[in-house]
């Protein structure tokens, strides 16, 4: 009778563990064949009313925080890191998302929470863990820095 031992077991583990992990991102089958090819797993932050969403502001203050928190976007944009970002405008509790390549939530979560929206207290984070077709071929254009 063959015995169990505590190497067989880490083996098998592991294998059962790489599995589930393989798993996760759905994968077309006879079983499931509507199920896109390119699936990857990305993280869907949240931009929501922060506690001090409706605070008053100056035009001025206004302005500076719209400049600030849509740099900082672009800045993760062309880091790669947000790939498909922008804003709700139906005025709701959601103020808009980002699609961010990340390799754990918690790394998105700090990415999101530099935003100096969010410092601001004026706009939360939720991050949500999605499977999505690859986005990494989508191309944001901004203005050149210079301004042309």
């Known amino acids: 009778m063959p015995r169990f031992n505590l190497t067989t077991a880490a083996v098998a583990l592991s294998l059962l563990i790489s599995g589930m992990m393989a798993g ?3 994968q077309p089958s006879e ?3 509507d199920f896109p090819k390119n699936l990857k797993p990305y993280f869907i932050a949240l931009y929501v009313k922060g506690a001090k969403a409706d605070a008053p502001q100056s035009k001025e203050e206004r302005d500076t925080f719209v400049r600030q928190h849509t740099a900082y976007l672009r800045s993760q944009v062309e880091a790669g890191k947000y790939l498909l970002v ?3 405008t139906d005025g709701g509790q959601i103020r808009g998302m980002a699609v961010i390549n990340a ?3 918690q790394e998105a979560r700090a990415l999101a929470e530099a935003d ?3 410092k601001s207290g004026r706009m939360a984070i939720e991050i949500h863990p999605g499977i999505l077709p690859d986005i990494g071929c ?3 254009e901004y203005q050149s820095k ?3």
């Open 24 to 26: 996760q991102v759905p």
């Open 31 to 33: 079983q499931f064949p």
């Open 86 to 88: 922008g804003p709700f």
């Open 103 to 105: 390799a754990s939530a």
């Open 116 to 118: 100096p929206g969010v």
């Open 138 to 140: 989508v191309h944001v």
């Open 146 to 148: 210079a301004g042309k």
